[in-house]
Antibody, heavy 125, light 110 residues
């Protein structure tokens, strides 16, 4: 079965740091682009970062740019999110999400298809 | 942070048809396919529709999607109590260089 398991969530003080991990199994992780998506309590979904399979292209949402760093280890089949200078508004459930890429003669598109169960980050003093 | 607009709520009685709209712009829905996610209470989102109108294996054909221009919609026919959930649309955004989500719609079965 395709599976993504996040870990590393915790209670941290404002200004602190945290590193999230996501263990992937059941699919070719090294060939897959990956994302982090978060959901603040009672709020909607917010995409925060994307990394291609080779780590050659990385994007961030403006809300985390300069503070968060996405990375991956294709040998360990793991995705990471280093979070620095944490703010109260970073409190959320963080999901690791796999991208699926479809290439045909007439089309090329990608979408987020597999989600982990999430890990909770609480930023509070 | 959401750039795709959805109605906050929709409802219907069992067996009815419910439609949810998703409005975007030329840089997101206007240029890319739309995908839909279902989030049941207390769980992670699950892919419901991809590439505007395709259903992953295991998704009932009661769920259907469509797209026109810079808008998309999700329809649930034969509404069932287990369809009570939040529904989110999503698309890639060229100007933001990332995935963008809709504001989310809570579907209630009366």
């Amino acid at each position: 079965d395709v599976q993504l398991v996040e870990s590393g969530g915790a209670l941290v003080q404002p200004g602190g740091s945290l590193r999230l991990s996501c263990a992937a199994s059941g699919f070719s992780f090294s060939s897959s682009h990956m994302n982090w998506v978060r959901q603040a309590p009672g709020k909607g979904l917010e995409w925060i970062s994307y990394i291609t399979s080779s780590s050659g292209t990385i994007f961030y949402a403006d809300s985390v740019k300069g503070r968060f760093t996405i990375s991956r280890d294709n040998v360990q089949n793991s995705l990471y999110l280093q979070m620095n200078s944490l703010r109260v508004e970073d409190t959320a459930v963080y999901y690791c999400v796999k991208d699926s890429v479809v290439t045909t003669v007439a089309d090329y598109y990608y979408y987020m298809d597999v989600w982990g169960k999430g890990t909770t980050v609480t930023v509070s003093s | 942070q959401s750039v795709l607009t959805q109605p906050p709520s929709a409802s219907g009685t069992p067996g009815q048809r419910v439609t949810i709209s998703c409005s975007g712009s030329s840089s997101d829905i206007g240029s890319h396919h739309v995908h839909w996610y279902q989030q049941l209470p207390g769980t992670a989102p699950k892919l419901l529709i991809y590439r505007n109108d395709l259903r992953p294996s295991g998704v009932p054909d009661r769920f259907s999607g469509s797209k026109s221009g810079t808008s998309a919609s999700l329809a649930i026919s034969g509404l069932r109590s287990e369809d009570e959930a939040y529904y989110y649309c999503a698309a890639w955004d060229d100007s933001l260089r990332g995935h963008v989500f809709g504001t989310g719609t809570r579907v209630s079965v009366l």
